[in-house]
């Protein structure tokens, strides 16, 4: 009897699967500097038209996770992946910073590592309720925090005249 925990299971090998693994992969990891190992996709390159980059690979990168979710993942999963992606376009859609940003934070690369630890692993069982609960607080602290910093820029601009 072979000698195997029952969550080492292999990823489905299906077209969709074998779809969402080579548009993953254009998007974060086709290209390579020349002397580094350094790799990136179009998701940055995208991301150097403002806004419509940012949205097109949002909508990619959404389709992605809809396409993997097909697949029978936990709703904590799919979560993550969904976080994945909303961090990547928001940071992604500041100015400057964004651009860098996306040079670095593959979202896709990072879903699909969640799914192989989920397949491999047995990472990330269960409901995703309590991720939702924390990602929403961490939302609105982050809002709270944004609308502090507008009120004292406005204050600030409005002493100016």
Not at 72 to 79: A, Y
Not at 146 to 157: G, N
Request: include cysteine.
């Amino acid at each position: 009897m072979p000698n195997t925990a029952p969550h080492q299971n292999e990823i489905p090998n299906t077209p969709t699967i074998r779809t969402v693994q080579k548009l993953s992969y254009l998007m974060d990891e086709q290209f390579r500097i020349p002397g580094t190992k350094f790799r990136f996709g179009l998701d940055p390159i995208f991301n150097l038209i403002p806004f419509a980059g940012d949205f097109a690979g949002f909508i990619i990168s959404g389709g992605l996770v809809l396409a993997m979710s097909s697949k029978g993942l936990t709703s904590k999963i799919v979560v993550l992946m969904c976080l994945n992606i909303l961090l990547d376009a928001t940071i992604g859609a500041i100015p400057g910073i964004g651009q860098i940003w996306d040079f670095f934070f593959k979202s896709n690369t990072r879903n699909m590592k969640l799914m192989e630890e989920y397949y491999h692993e047995g990472k990330h069982q269960g409901s995703g309720k309590n991720t939702i609960l924390l990602a929403l607080g961490m939302l609105f602290f982050i809002l709270i925090i944004l609308l502090v910093i507008l009120w004292y820029t406005v204050a600030w601009i409005i002493s100016l005249f």
